[in-house]
């Protein structure tokens, strides 16, 4: 799988990703650090990335519905 992790979390998360087969850069990696949560989530849209963050607001349906977000189709 494709996977971002968001900034709140330490980039020894991807690393772990990576170690177990995954595809996973950071937020930090791509400079998206500071970004707008819709701009991460448009990015991680736009590369077919699952994002992994700790940020409760990505939850909020109404701001990302899940039918306009969908990840690996």
């Given at each position: 799988?494709?996977f971002?992790?968001?900034?709140?979390?330490?980039?020894?998360?991807?690393?772990?990703?990576?170690?177990?087969?995954?595809?996973?850069?950071?937020?930090?990696d791509?400079?998206?650090?500071?970004?707008?949560?819709?701009?991460?989530?448009?990015?991680?849209?736009?590369?077919?990335r699952?994002?992994?963050?700790?940020?409760?607001?990505?939850?909020?349906?109404r701001s990302?519905?899940?039918?306009?977000?969908?990840?690996?189709?």
């Open positions: 799988m494709r971002k992790t968001d900034e709140n979390l330490h980039p020894q998360v991807a690393d772990w990703l990576r170690s177990q087969g995954h595809d996973a850069v950071t937020v930090w791509q400079n998206l650090r500071g970004e707008s949560d819709l701009r991460v989530a448009e990015v991680c849209q736009h590369e077919g699952v994002l992994v963050a700790l940020d409760a607001g990505f939850a909020n349906i990302y519905p899940p039918e306009n977000f969908r990840c690996c189709a």
